[in-house]
């Protein structure tokens, strides 16, 4: 059936079948947009202050020396903290990111990489 033809839209029950047909189109279109807004990967993310974490869980009142740097290898897993002891010493402390998220966002917050290799790929989910 032709739509541009003068008797489809004068024919009731043809009028109703192309206005159904238009109506289901654009439905089935603002779904899949909706549906596709309405997923996102994750609600929020945010940065890592990874010397933040160090200052929190080692305040310098206890301790001569605080800083956070990549010491443990290029890659993801190498932050630490460096903590002096006050006795001209350092220790060096693995920093837990999940805990970092959870201190700087919100207690159900996690922390998740994109790259393995990039020490700075960290952010936080909550």
Same mark, same amino acid.
């Given at each position: 059936?032709?739509? %541009? $033809?003068?008797? &489809?839209?004068?024919?009731?029950? +043809?009028?109703?079948? #192309?206005?159904? /047909?238009?109506?289901?189109?654009?439905?089935?279109?603002?779904?899949?947009? %909706? $549906?596709?807004? &309405?997923?996102?990967?994750?609600? +929020?993310?945010?940065? #890592?202050?990874? /010397?933040?974490?160090?200052?929190?869980?080692?305040?310098?009142?206890?301790?001569?020396?605080?800083? &956070?740097?990549?010491?443990?290898?290029?890659?993801?897993?190498?932050?630490?903290?460096?903590?002096?002891?006050?006795?001209?010493?350092?220790?060096?402390?693995?920093?837990?990111?999940?805990?970092?998220?959870?201190?700087?966002?919100?207690?159900?917050?996690?922390?998740?990489?994109?790259?393995?290799?990039?020490?700075?790929?960290?952010?936080?989910?909550?």
């Amino acid at each position: 059936m032709n739509i %541009l $033809s003068s008797t &489809a839209w004068r024919d009731p029950s +043809a009028l109703r079948r #192309i206005l159904l /047909a238009f109506g289901l189109s654009v439905m089935g279109v603002v779904l899949v947009v %909706l $549906s596709v807004r &309405a997923t996102p990967a994750h609600a +929020a993310t945010g940065g #890592i202050d990874v /010397a933040r974490y160090c200052r929190t869980n080692y305040p310098t009142s206890y301790y001569r020396v605080n800083f &956070a740097r990549i010491s443990g290898g290029w890659n993801v897993w190498g932050w630490r903290c460096h903590v002096g002891t006050g006795y001209g010493s350092i220790n060096v402390v693995r920093v837990d990111m999940n805990l970092a998220c959870r201190q700087q966002y919100n207690p159900g917050a996690y922390a998740t990489y994109y790259d393995a290799g990039n020490p700075y790929s960290w952010f936080c989910v909550y």
